[in-house]
């Protein structure tokens, strides 16, 4: 009884966050939690987060890898890395083992991050379930046999029965977290007036790893990877019908469903590259930020033209697709190597 009243009464000092995107999310609020005033699309420009990437040798559901963004967990590492934020990270042989650590961790006082699996979180409406486990969500308390959880992408804490909340940590497949959980060491933080000193250098080196990422001489890569897949969409009317389909609602699910996607976290970037010129008095990178937000949109009319040809299909559908996804990474290169070089 006094291990629980001890976690009711730790849940009084969390504030939950809304967010656009789950682990840049988790991060913004852990971070707010400790006293550093940090918004998603800071933690998500300080971990130069933003990329794009084919993988066709790795599948999700039968279909080849499509990320808008760096790999899971790189988020959480990269921004750490950068404040100098020494972060505890764990994984399990055994779920008990998991399940008593997070225990020990709440009743510690502290704020504990996790990966789950979006499919085993009952809270999530069934239509909203599929295998990806690579969800981050925040615990910050425990009563009786049910959790509470703060999951960046609803509007409220939940709850999660423990049962639940342990086969979402240890479920397998691809991108399985293990029971992975991450808490911030609280006794070793960076002091705050010597990290807001350090912030313009931090945000033009954030700036120009990212635009290096984004210009990177590999074909599956950044607007290389982009112009990859436009040769392959090009190359769908040589498929099924169906496969054809299948392939274009990927492109789309993968853009504007999974995370913030395509378009979405351009927006995201592009805020970023605002509070960055107004910190750094940078008017080029204020019009970065509007040119991001331009090509924000760009990509949701890519997406709306893929919609149309699954419903609609013209002789000529895929080729238009190519055609405008060439022209957003002509868009991208400019912008990118814009920013490589006012970051040196």
Not at 92 to 116: C, I, K, N, W
Request: with cysteine; aromatic share 10%.
């Amino acid at each position: 009884m006094r291990r629980l009243n001890r976690l009711r009464t730790h849940t009084m000092n969390f504030t939950h966050q809304h967010t656009a995107h789950c682990e840049s999310g988790v991060m913004s609020t852990l971070l707010k939690h400790y006293g550093y005033d940090m918004n998603e699309a800071m933690v998500f420009g300080l971990a130069h987060a933003l990329t794009f990437v084919y993988l066709p040798i790795v599948k999700l559901n039968s279909m080849p890898l499509i990320s808008y963004r760096i790999a899971p967990r790189g988020i959480i590492k990269n921004v750490c890395r950068a404040l100098g934020i020494r972060l505890k990270l764990q994984k399990f042989a055994r779920p008990e083992q998991g399940a008593a650590a997070l225990d020990e961790a709440l009743s510690g006082g502290q704020l504990v991050g996790l990966q789950t699996s979006v499919y085993w979180l009952p809270y999530f409406p069934p239509e909203m379930r599929f295998h990806f486990n690579a969800h981050n969500l925040l615990v910050y308390g425990r009563e009786g046999g049910d959790y509470l959880i703060s999951d960046p992408v609803f509007e409220c804490p939940q709850r999660c029965a423990a049962a639940d909340l342990q086969r979402a940590r240890f479920a397998k497949g691809a991108l399985a977290g293990k029971g992975l959980m991450y808490t911030v060491d609280a006794q070793r933080l960076p002091e705050k007036t010597q990290l807001a000193g350090r912030l313009p250098d931090l945000l033009r080196d954030a700036i120009r790893r990212n635009a290096k990422q984004m210009l990177a001489p590999v074909f599956f890569v950044g607007v290389r990877g982009m112009r990859t897949v436009a040769k392959k969409i090009e190359r769908l009317p040589q498929e099924e019908a169906k496969y054809q389909k299948l392939w274009l609602g990927h492109l789309v699910r993968m853009q504007e469903e999974i995370g913030t996607g395509g378009a979405g976290f351009r927006y995201l970037y592009a805020y970023f590259l605002e509070q960055a010129a107004d910190l750094c008095a940078r008017a080029d990178w204020q019009a970065a930020s509007q040119e991001m937000t331009a090509i924000g949109d760009e990509w949701r009319q890519l997406a709306s033209l893929c919609v149309k040809q699954c419903r609609r299909p013209s002789e000529q559908g895929c080729a238009q697709i190519a055609a405008f996804l060439r022209g957003i990474a002509d868009r991208e290169e400019r912008l990118w190597r814009g920013l490589l070089q006012g970051a040196k």
